[in-house]
C-alpha cells in the first residue's frame, strides 16, 4: 500500500493545528512540534502535515513570499459527517468559497472554505445523498 503525507506551510502550526481538527471534529491536542504536526485520522491515518515556513531547508516551504499559498492545490477531504462538518466549517470561516452542491462528477455533496493560511479546502461527503421519493 502507498499513501501521500500531503505536506503545506503554515504561518503558526498551533493555529492551524486546531483549525483542522476543529474541521474534523476531533479532540484538540497539541502538535508534536512547534515547527510540524500531523493531523491524524482515528485509526492513525496521516490526513495532512503542517509545516510552518522557513522552519527548515525545504525550498519550497522556505517562504510564502514566493508564492500564493494554495497555487495549483486543492486540499479535499472527504467525510462520513458531512452535515456536521458543514456547522462546523460555518463557524471556522467567515464565509464558504462554495456553498453545498452536488458534485454530478463524484455524485456527493460538498463545499469549500479557506484554511487560516489562505488554502482553498474542499470538502465531500463520503456517500451520495439518500435518494427522497415523493
Known sequence: ????????????VARSFAWYQSL???TRTAPAHDYF?????????????LHRWGAHEHPPLASPDHAQPGNGLLLF?????????????RALAPRL?????????????EFALRDPDGYYVMVSALTAPEATHD
Open 97 to 109: 468559497e462554495e456553498e453545498p452542491h452536488l458534485n454530478p462528477a463524484t455524485g456527493t455533496l
Open 1 to 12: 500500500m502507498k499513501r501521500t503525507w500531503t505536506i503545506i506551510g503554515v504561518a503558526d
Open 77 to 89: 477531504f472527504r467525510v462520513d459527517d458531512f452535515d456536521q462538518s458543514l456547522l462546523r466549517s
Open 37 to 49: 504536526g500531523q493531523i491524524l485520522d482515528s485509526d492513525g491515518t496521516v490526513l495532512l502535515c
Open 24 to 26: 474534523f471534529g476531533q
